[in-house]
């Protein structure tokens, strides 16, 4: 802007000079002309005077000193006399424009350009009362001429004008652009400049207005989006047409591993290079969305890419990344238990059918039927125990047919639990030894004693011979903690965090001599989380576990 002004200014500046200066010169070069006429005129009157009462008119007009030419005519236009140059070369001026005018009009006046001496000719002639005429003439510069001869100081005048002209135009677009590089933009209509930028002014501010309402709405928008996306569990990544990475939330950095700064604006291999995602993307692009499963470490995940359109035109890529972890581990074990309940339910019904059919047949003995009875019976205890145990798990799974939690007194169930497990515990050779504080712990009657007895009958059946059992109940200032401590076997450290899984045995071998369903401490577990109890295990091989049971306390 302050280049425009500048060059504005100065071609104005040089323009007016310019203008200014041929206007002078013009006026100057017709008031020289007029003064050139009024002395022919005033000679004219002097040597018509002169001549008139002259006895020798040539020897008269040969004496006059005059810078001017004198040319004395005839009335047929032959040149009579001429100062400066033969008469007898010189041709008829009848029909010179000054000579046609005097004779009509007693006095002319013409002026004639010689181009090839820059000159101008100025005529005066005058009509004498002989008819005759007398003309004076005087050769002045023409404007070319003046300009020729005045050319080196132009010259000189016009670097002086440009030199003029270029501080003037920087001092002047220097003051006009001051007051508008001091504009605070920020709030235009607190300005003091120019009148002629009020309505710019006006319309900066009501700019700025929307601007502030669309940047504060952009803004609420982002917090939100960022908001959503930041609380989310699931990864989010938000890619451009070139699946540049637009955006990406806290869960996508966290599964990949990389900090949100650094991959903004980098292409999305760059965050990870797995088949998977590109998989995923390459389908998406093809059929508007495509999915695959992406295992990074003990996690796994699902990919769900979707492609954005922007009238039809790729526009970029939304993808969606859900760990499926729990998910895919439900599934396993689904499978696991459903493997484990046909082996467990089959065991026993081959047992019994066996049994069954060597009754049948006849082939036993007399002495051997009751013997094979109490097997069928044994065996079909042990499958309707099984049964009643995945009933059981499958109502705690669902948390339904459960009656309303009430305060119980888990004191006195431990206590009635290990007095009827004392002769169990006195045939395995094994000390039951109880120390319990008085404690209240909201539940359910028959889950808090299922918790029980199947902690104190794991603790008998995998204690050794002479072994121990110790029940503790204790009340801390907001929780009751139960303990059940042997010093059977212990558990080895690789499969501490699967015990609790269902029909898990650490020893399939000796859980067969045992008997067990294999599914007591999934329903501990299970059952204590029920009643928002936290379920712990402690086990050292050789030497014994502990298995600890959380409850909130209650007033």
Not at 80 to 107: G, Y
Not at 158 to 176: G, N
């Amino acid at each position: 802007m302050k280049k425009r002004i500048f060059w504005n200014i100065f071609l104005s500046s040089l323009i007016a000079a310019l203008l200014f200066g041929g206007a002078i010169l013009f006026a100057q070069y017709r008031a020289f002309e007029a003064l050139v006429v009024s002395e022919l005129i005033t000679e004219c009157d002097y040597a018509q005077s002169g001549l008139l009462s002259a006895a020798d008119e040539k020897a008269y007009l040969e004496r006059l000193s005059s810078r001017n030419r004198l040319t004395l005519i005839a009335t047929d236009g032959t040149v009579l006399f001429d100062s400066a140059s033969d008469v007898t070369k010189m041709d008829n001026h009848a029909d010179r424009p000054e000579i046609s005018d005097a004779k009509i009009s007693d006095s002319g006046t013409s002026s004639r350009y010689s181009s090839t001496q820059l000159l101008k000719n100025y005529y005066y002639a005058r009509l004498l009362p002989d008819g005759r005429v007398l003309r004076v003439a005087s050769s002045q510069s023409s404007v070319l001429g003046m300009l020729n001869r005045m050319l080196p100081a132009m010259i000189g005048v016009l670097l002086l004008i440009l030199i003029i002209s270029v501080f003037f135009a920087r001092f002047s677009a220097k003051i006009i652009i001051r007051p508008i590089n001091a504009l605070d933009l920020e709030n235009p209509l607190s300005n003091a400049t120019y009148d002629e930028l009020a309505p710019l002014l006006t319309g900066m501010e009501r700019q700025r207005r929307e601007n502030i309402s669309r940047m504060e709405a952009l803004s609420e928008k982002q917090r939100e989006f960022t908001a959503v996306t930041e609380n989310m569990r699931e990864g989010f990544i938000l890619l451009d047409a070139s699946d540049r990475i637009l955006a990406i939330n806290g869960s996508a950095s966290k599964i990949f591993g990389a900090e949100p700064s650094y991959v903004i604006g980098a292409h999305v291999l760059m965050l990870n290079r797995s088949v998977a995602l590109q998989q995923a993307m390459e389908q998406s692009k093809k059929d508007g969305s495509g999915q695959a499963t992406l295992i990074r470490g003990a996690y796994t995940y699902q990919v769900l890419a979707s492609q954005v359109k922007d009238n039809l035109s790729p526009a970029g890529t939304v993808i969606l990344i859900l760990d499926i972890s729990d998910r895919v581990a439900a599934e396993q074990m689904r499978r696991e238990f459903s493997a484990n309940v046909s082996h467990e339910l089959k065991t026993p019904l081959t047992s019994i059918l066996g049994y069954a059919e060597i009754m049948r047949d006849g082939v036993a003995k007399a002495e051997d039927t009751r013997r094979f009875a109490g097997k069928i019976f044994s065996e079909a205890s042990q499958l309707m125990s099984l049964i009643d145990d995945i009933i059981r798990l499958s109502q705690l799974d669902e948390k339904t047919s459960l009656p309303e939690m009430t305060p119980i007194d888990l004191k006195e169930i431990c206590e009635d639990v290990c007095q009827r497990l004392q002769p169990q515990a006195e045939k395995a050779g094994v000390s039951l030894n109880v120390n319990c504080a008085r404690a209240t712990v909201r539940g359910i009657q028959k889950i808090l004693e299922e918790i029980v007895l199947n902690l104190v009958d794991n603790a008998i059946k995998y204690n050794t011979s002479n072994g121990s059992v110790g029940v503790t109940l204790r009340r801390n200032d907001q929780t009751v903690e139960l303990s059940v401590s042997d010093t059977g076997i212990g558990i080895p450290e690789e499969h501490l965090s699967r015990v609790f899984e269902r029909f898990y045995r650490v020893d399939r071998s000796r859980n067969k001599q045992i008997g067990g369903t294999g599914l007591g401490l999934s329903i501990v577990k299970h059952s204590a989380e029920t009643l928002g109890a936290a379920v712990q295990l402690e086990s050292r091989l050789g030497i014994g576990s502990t298995i600890t049971v959380t409850f909130p306390a209650i007033d």
